[in-house]
């Protein structure tokens, strides 16, 4: 009988011990990621486009900013202005490499112009960010390839996740793109409108639950 409920016991204090790791809810987002107001979309520096669909990365990266103005809570800055978050995306093939061409025309925005049905939003690039400030570029951290001059394009069998990707970086930091993301999904058509990026709404949600008021439990 004693040996019973010494087991019986036992149990009881494993049920106790694993109790509380199932109410741990998952990780929030930072406060200073809550509190931002600007984003920058950019395509991730390591991606080409495919060969098969050479506006692959710039289409999805289009759907993402369309995305961010329907919701309405980030502000979107040009490329070489400072921002508070960096969104980099990248489209995924299925497949872990494939042809990809990268570099000239192919890889440059001079402008851009959209329209969603509650906004519109028209600009350009503000030249480009000196040479040596790694902050001003976010997509390309290293001052030394800042922007290369003269670089055609070139073909590469690039290597890569096959499912499209979407991370979140805190922009006000020096090297943004070195250091790890606050968020990141990696997810098969995650940048595609279907009607709504999935992306996007997972971000939104998360955010939306980070800012949820917190009701204390009762002991």
């Not at 202005?81 to 490499?97: A, H, P, Q, V």
């Not at 969603?116 to 997509?139: C, L, Y």
């Not at 090297?175 to 996007?200: G, Q, Y």
Request: charged fraction near 25%; glycine fraction near 8%; proline fraction near 11%.
């Amino acid at each position: 009988m004693t040996r019973r409920l010494s087991t019986l016991l036992l149990f009881v204090l494993l049920l106790l011990a694993v109790a509380p790791a199932k109410d741990k809810k998952k990780s929030i987002l930072p406060a200073d990621v809550l509190r931002a107001q600007t984003v920058l979309v950019v395509i991730d520096s390591n991606a080409g486009e495919p060969l098969d669909q050479p506006q692959a990365n710039a289409m999805a990266r289009e759907n993402v900013e369309k995305a961010l103005m329907e919701w309405g809570r980030f502000r979107l800055v040009l490329d070489g202005e400072r921002s508070d978050l960096i969104i980099s995306i990248r489209t995924g093939s299925g497949r872990m490499s494939r042809p990809t061409i990268k570099g000239g025309p192919i890889d440059q925005r001079p402008g851009v112009g959209q329209s969603t049905d509650s906004s519109i939003r028209i600009g350009g690039q503000r030249g480009q960010p000196p040479m040596g400030d790694p902050t001003m570029d976010p997509s390309n951290p290293d001052p030394r390839n800042q922007y290369p001059r003269n670089q055609g394009p070139s073909i590469s069998n690039e290597v890569g996740p096959s499912e499209d990707m979407f991370e979140v970086y805190r922009g006000s930091m020096s090297d943004p793109m070195v250091s790890p993301p606050v968020w990141r999904m990696i997810k098969k058509d995650c940048l595609r409108p279907s009607p709504l990026v999935p992306a996007v709404e997972e971000f939104r949600k998360l955010i939306a639950e980070a800012e949820k008021p917190q009701i204390p439990k009762t002991p």
